[in-house]
């Protein structure tokens, strides 16, 4: 019996595409998928707490409930939304091939307010404290819901611009001739890559799922991951991270920064080691950033923000 292999996603237009993208790959190896739209699950109520299952991500919430009561099989995510500890009996299955890093300004046709005052909108920590970092004398606003309403938003308001992951823009084709690219920034860790996730004992799944992982990705998001993960032991902080595999040299090139959510400190770090020292580039790179000044940071980001 061949299995059908049940993709849940959630319904904005993104994440649609993204399980799309999954289920063809997949049909296109001979597997038989459905894909099944999942609402949000607040009031489904799970026979243990929501932290002891491990659950912590609010963009991935809603899909770790359906696959733990196995409604769905896997589930595909923006790999920068899926907290660097996923859900006890689920699964890295797949990361599939990256597309494009960037950050990008959505503006309205007018750049001059770079060089004067103007109004930012972000909900992202890392990009506004690298905003500030830059145009100090700036505005910065918080901006919240999926790409196209954050769009839509930018539209309606009267900000000079907002800021917008390229990749996501790009794959629903949302992208507008009024951006340029914020090649200063560094990108969120994983960045413009996909995760498919799988649950662990499901091994038909795993198995099939596993060909679509591509490998030098898989490392460079492994890298930037672990870096967050050493230096957020679970709290949010405008961190930042990319990893590049130099084919030539067979070196990995990484930049971390951690800034403070004003954007006036910042710690980086910048490297290029043999590829062979991939496994604990991540972690240390940031226990260099915590002796550098980081620690310190990272305990005043973490009180500011229990305010």
Known sequence: MTKIIRIGTRDSELALWQAHTVAKKLNDL?????????KSQGDIILDKPLYELGITGIFTKTLDIAMINGQVDIAVHSMKDVPTALPIGIVQA?????????????HKGNLDFLNGTGTIATGSLRRQAQWWNKYP????????????TRMQKLQESDWSGAVFAAAGLERINLKPTDFINLDWMIPAPAQGAMLVVAMANDDFTKEAVSQLNHIETEICTHIERQFLKTLEGGCTAPIGALAKYN??????EFRGVLFSIDGKEKIEVDKIVPI???????????????????????KTIKETLKK
């Open 137 to 148: 004398n700036h505005t910065v606003v918080d901006l919240r819901g999926n790409v196209n």
């Open 276 to 298: 062979e020292q991939w496994k604990k580039l991540g972690f240390e790179s940031a226990k260099e950033i915590l002796e550098n000044g980081g620690a310190v940071l990272m």
């Open 94 to 106: 797949a990361v599939l091939e990256r597309a494009n890093t960037l950050d990008i300004l959505v």
């Open 30 to 38: 001979g597997y038989k998928t459905e894909i099944v739209a999942v």
């Open 247 to 252: 084919e030539k040299d067979d070196t990995i």
